[in-house]
């Protein structure tokens, strides 16, 4: 079906899927559209416009949505893929947290498969299973396929290493270092900051006791 999905309505998608995945843990097997607004502060209103894009209704009145088919319906909008190979670029204590949590989060999308850093220390290491491999062999070691690459490496090397992903066809960064590269057509940058986050939460704060 050929549709136009608003941009705030793409952006909750993984947020309403994320919710689901938690709900089914606890052994829920129906959810209501109050029930996910209240945990993202929107009205039940939105949430149901949202998913009525989806083509999905609510069934019977406070019975809501069923939990299965739901997450089968946003994992397919979204494109969710157990199979998903990623990289990880920059092998350091952030990186090792990143490879080490998420590889064996539940809810997980696709797996990080391999490791590259240009410090010998972890050249030709693991992290648990994960091969780490050195920067200079990511044209011959990158797994056929990848799409995604995860960055944690020191800022002053973030355009290089982005320069080196968009030559071997990534399409995806998430950019987990301090730094923020130029905008370029080839490539989708997500840049993830710690202290970005923080100062955004506090400013939200005081704005609503204001």
């Not at 391999?114 to 990511?138: C, R, W």
């Not at 290493?161 to 071997?168: A, C, G, H, M």
């Amino acid at each position: 079906m050929n549709r136009s999905i608003p941009t705030a309505t793409r952006n909750r998608l993984p947020q309403y899927l994320r919710i689901l995945k938690e709900f089914k843990e606890r052994g829920s097997d129906h959810i209501c559209s109050y029930q996910i607004g209240n945990i993202l502060d929107i009205s039940d209103a939105t949430v149901r416009k949202d998913l009525s894009i989806l083509q999905m209704t609510v069934g019977k009145s406070a019975y809501g949505y069923d939990v299965d088919r739901l997450i089968e319906v946003l994992e397919k909008e979204i494109g969710f893929n157990k199979n998903e190979k990623m990289i990880l670029i920059g092998v350091g204590a952030i990186g090792n947290i990143i490879i080490t949590n998420y590889n064996f989060n539940p809810n997980r999308y696709g797996k990080i498969v391999a490791a590259f850093d240009i410090t010998q220390q972890f050249v030709n290491t693991k992290i648990g299973s994960i091969p780490v491999y050195d920067f200079a062999q990511l044209s011959k070691k990158i797994p056929k396929e990848t799409r995604i690459a995860i960055v944690t490496t020191p800022k002053e090397h973030l355009e290089m290493v982005i320069n080196k992903l968009i030559s071997l066809k990534i399409e995806i960064v998430i950019n987990f270092t301090t730094g923020y590269p130029r905008k370029r057509k080839k490539i989708d940058v997500y840049n993830i900051d710690l202290s970005e986050i923080i100062a955004k939460s506090i400013y939200m704060s005081k704005s609503k006791n204001k």
